[in-house]
């Protein structure tokens, strides 16, 4: 038996909603990580900073690449990294030219690329932990219910 106050309830529906949204979150990143499952390398590749406000800077990176003979580009946004100002961004740049780099694609869309593969770890922590705070809370609302004079 659950505890039946509104607000009790309205929170542990809040809680349970916001644990949903950070699961399809997840869920979808999990998606787009695993569509791309193929390299390919670069057979051009052009690096620009990006402004976002005065004291925030990201790079950005346009490539192309073949795949059985037909050409194809992509650009990715660093967005995880960002700089204070242009010449920290610029300085990276210079850094990541000397890098070398590989393309992800999905193989039946080749168009669908990145030059970064990442797996939504932090997302699906989140998720986690929201789950669990709703079974908890969930547990305390039937705890109380059930010992209440």
């Not at 809370?137 to 004079?149: D, E, I, M, T």
Request: aromatic letters at 16%; proline letters at 5%; hydrophobic letters at 40%.
């Amino acid at each position: 038996m659950m505890h039946k106050n509104f607000l009790w309830q309205s929170f542990l529906l809040l809680v349970a909603g916001c644990a949903l949204v950070y699961t399809a979150i997840a869920a979808s990143r999990t998606y787009c990580y695993m569509r791309l499952n193929e390299t390919a390398p670069p057979l051009a590749m052009d690096w620009n900073t990006k402004e976002l406000s005065s004291d925030r800077y990201i790079l950005e990176t346009s490539y192309q690449f073949n795949i059985k003979g037909q050409l194809f580009s992509g650009k990715t946004s660093w967005s995880d990294t960002a700089y204070l100002n242009p010449w920290a961004a610029e300085k990276a740049i210079e850094e990541n030219r000397k890098k070398t780099w590989t393309i992800w694609y999905d193989p039946a869309a080749p168009s669908y690329s990145s030059l970064q593969k990442k797996l939504p770890i932090k997302q699906w922590a989140s998720a986690a932990l929201l789950w669990i705070l709703s079974l908890y809370f969930f547990g305390v609302g039937c705890y109380v219910s059930k010992y209440k004079p």
